[in-house]
């Protein structure tokens, strides 16, 4: 089961434009958490946060997160040809102990030089 | 370095064989999971585990078993009775087992024909 729904699905931008990814979920959530992953190779993890926080920042990175609607969004600063990757959003429900992490389908972003 | 070591990268299998993929950890993480990742897909849950000698089946484990005899050891068997085994398979390990961020590997990408 899905929880998370990237758009867009694909995002095309020149170095040093900002590129925003949203994320919506269905159900409550503990946290939400972005990963990235570059071609053929293991997700990184870039931020959590927390249900009760509004907003993270992280280096050129910011995550958003608002509950009443199920969204989240990160946006990327400043952009360099090395963000080039995908990036996802994985949610963590509040019902049940099993902490495990739902991923959603992810946003293709490609940062031409 | 700690990480996580999943080996083979690649792996080239006839169908009605079983295949084991290996994942190894030495960040002395609790929790370890596998996950399929299918050509422009989000992650999909196969199996997770939270503890030593316990597992629980993710959304898709039909056709995989698993085995957790050892703290940094996770190896994911696919049987012959998955349809569809070709695929990027990732596997991941977090300190607890409730919604911390995950490490991964670089995935073990298997091909079945």
């Known amino acids: 089961s899905q929880q998370g729904e990237e758009d867009p699905q694909a995002l095309s931008i020149q170095e040093g434009e900002n590129a925003t990814m949203n994320c919506s979920y269905k159900t409550s959530i503990n946290n939400l958490q972005w990963y990235r992953q570059n071609s053929g190779r293991g997700l990184v993890h870039l931020i959590l946060i927390r249900s009760n926080e509004r907003e993270k920042h992280s280096g050129r990175l910011r995550v958003t997160l608002d509950t009443s609607k199920k969204s989240s969004s990160l946006l990327i600063t400043a952009s360099r040809a090395a963000d080039t990757a995908s990036y996802f959003c994985?949610?963590?429900?509040?019902?049940?102990?099993?902490?495990?992490?739902?991923f959603g389908q992810g946003t293709t972003l490609q940062v031409k030089p | 370095d700690g990480g996580i070591t999943q080996s083979p990268k690649y792996l080239f299998r006839k169908e009605g064989q079983n295949v084991t993929l290996s994942c190894e950890q030495n960040?002395?993480?609790?929790?370890m999971y596998w996950y399929r990742q299918d050509p422009g897909q989000g992650l999909r849950l196969i199996y997770y585990s939270q503890i030593v000698n316990d597992f629980q089946k993710g959304d898709i484990a039909e056709g995989y078993s698993v085995s957790r005899e050892k703290k940094e050891s996770f190896p994911l068997t696919v049987t012959s009775a998955q349809k569809n085994p070709t695929a990027f398979y990732l596997c991941a390990s977090s300190l607890s087992p409730y919604g911390s961020p995950l490490h991964f590997g670089n995935g073990t990408r298997l091909t079945v024909t």
């Open positions: 994985a949610t963590v429900a509040n019902s049940g102990n099993t902490g495990k992490l739902i």
């Open positions: 960040l002395n993480h609790d929790a």
